[in-house]
């Protein structure tokens, strides 16, 4: 069994439980990383697509999702998002991804998203780094170009033609008291990545590979899974301050044009 990092337990908690409220359909994911979300929506019965930047990865997920591909169930497309084909979905959903999308882009990255799920009001998910005051080496090996505040999430929203239906802060207190501990292991094992482009940092941040901070052994699945971790996650959700956490949860509808 394959053992994950916490906050990501807690972040796909969280996700799971706001995803019983939904109606199985059709998702675009953007930037799934190591497939984690993606594996969570077909368990489900989700059909969809996903977008990635990084050829590499995106052939680890193929590889990791041949069976739903050769089903029909999941299509993998190394491309831009934004300027992919509109495409009528029930969610659009982003984990980790907006904070690598320059202003501009950021706007564009609304747009598409916006064309994609108001035939069908549907909803946008993204998860973010949050607490600028936690900008850290973590944000400068991996191409961020911003941390996210409740308020910065809000004025986006309405700013691009959305209407915000809810924002949680998520995974405190427990990547708060990780942080330290987070950060040196980055700092000693990808601390030379300062020196790429931020496009060569944000192709390397979907395959990251830091020992106790990204990956853990197998046998640590036996500490770190969604039993474990249930008080954890009922604690983010009680406390969840959304000025303290390092990562907030939105969910977005848009707007009448």
Same mark, same amino acid.
């Given at each position: 069994?394959?053992?994950?990092?916490?906050?990501?337990?807690?972040?796909?908690?969280?996700?799971?439980?706001?995803?019983?409220?939904?109606?199985?359909?059709?998702?675009?994911?953007?930037?799934?990383?190591?497939?984690?979300?993606?594996?969570?929506?077909?368990?489900?019965?989700?059909?969809? #697509?996903?977008?990635?930047?990084?050829?590499?990865?995106?052939?680890?997920?193929?590889?990791?999702?041949?069976?739903?591909?050769?089903?029909?169930?999941?299509?993998?497309?190394?491309?831009?998002?934004?300027?992919?084909?509109?495409?009528?979905?029930?969610?659009?959903?982003?984990?980790?991804?907006?904070?690598?999308? *320059?202003?501009?882009?950021?706007?564009?990255?609304?747009?598409?998203?916006?064309?994609?799920?108001?035939?069908?009001?549907?909803?946008?998910?993204?998860?973010?780094?949050?607490?600028?005051?936690?900008?850290?080496?973590?944000?400068?090996?991996?191409?961020?170009?911003?941390?996210?505040?409740?308020?910065?999430?809000?004025?986006?929203?309405?700013?691009?033609?959305?209407?915000?239906?809810?924002?949680?802060?998520?995974?405190?207190?427990? *990547?708060?008291?990780?942080?330290?501990?987070?950060?040196?292991?980055?700092?000693?094992?990808?601390?030379?990545?300062? #020196?790429?482009?931020?496009?060569?940092?944000?192709?390397?941040?979907?395959?990251?590979?830091?020992?106790?901070?990204?990956?853990?052994?197998?046998?640590? #699945?036996?500490?770190?899974?969604?039993?474990?971790?249930?008080?954890?996650?009922?604690?983010?959700?009680?406390?969840?301050?959304?000025?303290?956490?390092?990562?907030?949860?939105?969910?977005?509808?848009?707007?009448?044009?």
């Amino acid at each position: 069994m394959k053992a994950l990092p916490p906050g990501t337990i807690l972040q796909l908690m969280y996700l799971s439980e706001r995803l019983e409220r939904l109606q199985p359909g059709r998702f675009i994911e953007i930037g799934a990383g190591n497939g984690e979300i993606t594996s969570l929506l077909l368990s489900r019965g989700w059909i969809g #697509s996903v977008y990635e930047f990084d050829a590499d990865t995106t052939a680890r997920l193929k590889e990791r999702f041949a069976d739903e591909i050769v089903e029909g169930r999941l299509v993998l497309s190394n491309s831009n998002y934004v300027r992919s084909e509109t495409a009528d979905v029930d969610i659009v959903i982003s984990s980790m991804v907006m904070e690598h999308l *320059s202003d501009e882009d950021e706007a564009l990255f609304m747009q598409k998203s916006r064309a994609n799920l108001e035939h069908k009001h549907g909803t946008l998910i993204g998860i973010v780094p949050a607490g600028p005051r936690y900008w850290g080496i973590e944000d400068e090996i991996a191409g961020h170009f911003r941390r996210y505040t409740p308020d910065r999430i809000e004025a986006l929203a309405r700013a691009c033609g959305w209407s915000l239906q809810h924002l949680k802060g998520l995974t405190f207190p427990v *990547s708060n008291l990780l942080l330290p501990v987070s950060n040196y292991l980055v700092t000693k094992q990808e601390g030379a990545k300062v #020196s790429l482009s931020k496009l060569e940092q944000t192709k390397e941040s979907g395959r990251r590979n830091v020992k106790f901070k990204t990956t853990f052994p197998s046998i640590f #699945s036996l500490i770190l899974n969604q039993y474990t971790m249930y008080p954890l996650h009922l604690l983010q959700k009680v406390l969840g301050p959304t000025d303290r956490s390092l990562v907030l949860y939105f969910e977005a509808r848009p707007l009448p044009r």
